[in-house]
């Protein structure tokens, strides 16, 4: 149990063009869905929490307009990398939580390649 | 805020070799303690955890036990196989330095662990 599926799992794409990521829950419902960015030899930058039903909150520095989140069902939250830039191209995780517990199941990751 | 200090990598060993990756942990309240582990290419997978003092957790041959009058949660395994390759995190649960989210996973630097056969 507490499968998290990300989709798509490597997207290359061209600047100025916007990039939406999925992640799901598949057997269990996520209340708070997490966003990370992580850079080569790295640990994991938390970018930003979702709650279902609400607006996210991100982590200081992190641009709210160019990281776009949505968290519209209990099972899925999406990340939207608006108007990319080669910058922006890295390992993005995404991590989910049962509602009352602690641990954290991860995604596999998306990677991000922006030319 | 909580923070995690685990021990610098790379680490490398041969096939069969006793491990150990330190951790200790800084915390006002009383953290969920974890050990995570990312294979290359991939998402993190919860390798092990504890929920309070005095807790063992197991996984896969790792273990890991939550020491309170030492603030640690060091990694451990007694016969490491190359597949055992990846790069360990150790991770708490409580507050993040700077951070608007609250409680959420505070994490390590990861140690890369390199078996070699």
């Known amino acids: 149990g507490a499968v998290v599926s990300q989709h798509p799992s490597w997207v290359i794409c061209k600047s100025g063009t916007s990039v939406k990521i999925e992640c799901r829950s598949l057997?269990?419902?996520?209340?708070?869905m997490f966003w990370y960015r992580q850079f080569p030899k790295q640990s994991l930058m938390l970018m930003a929490t979702s709650n279902e039903g609400s607006k996210a909150t991100y982590e200081q520095g992190v641009e709210k307009d160019k990281f776009l989140i949505n968290h519209a069902s209990l099972t899925l939250s999406t990340l939207t990398v608006t108007s990319a830039h080669p910058e922006d191209s890295s390992f993005y995780i995404c991590s989910a939580r049962h509602l009352y517990q602690e641990t954290q199941y991860f995604g596999p990751g998306t990677r991000l390649l922006v030319l | 805020g909580d923070s995690v200090t685990q021990m610098e990598g790379p680490v490398t060993l041969s096939e069969e070799a006793f491990l150990t990756i330190n951790c200790t942990y800084t915390?006002?309240?009383?953290?969920?303690l974890f050990w995570y582990v990312q294979y290359p290419g991939e998402g993190l997978q919860l390798l092990l955890k504890a929920t309070k003092a005095d807790d063992k957790g197991s996984n896969k041959g790792f273990e890991a036990t939550y020491r309170k009058e030492t603030t640690s949660f060091h990694l451990e395994k007694g016969s490491v196989q190359v597949s055992d390759s990846a790069v360990y995190f150790c991770?708490?649960?409580?507050?993040?330095?700077?951070?608007?989210?609250?409680?959420?996973?505070?994490f390590g630097k990861g140690t890369s662990l390199l078996v070699t056969p």
């Open positions: 915390a006002t309240g009383y953290p969920s």
């Open positions: 991770a708490l649960s409580g507050l993040l330095v700077n951070s608007n989210s609250g409680y959420a996973l505070n």
């Open positions: 057997d269990f419902q996520a209340t708070t």
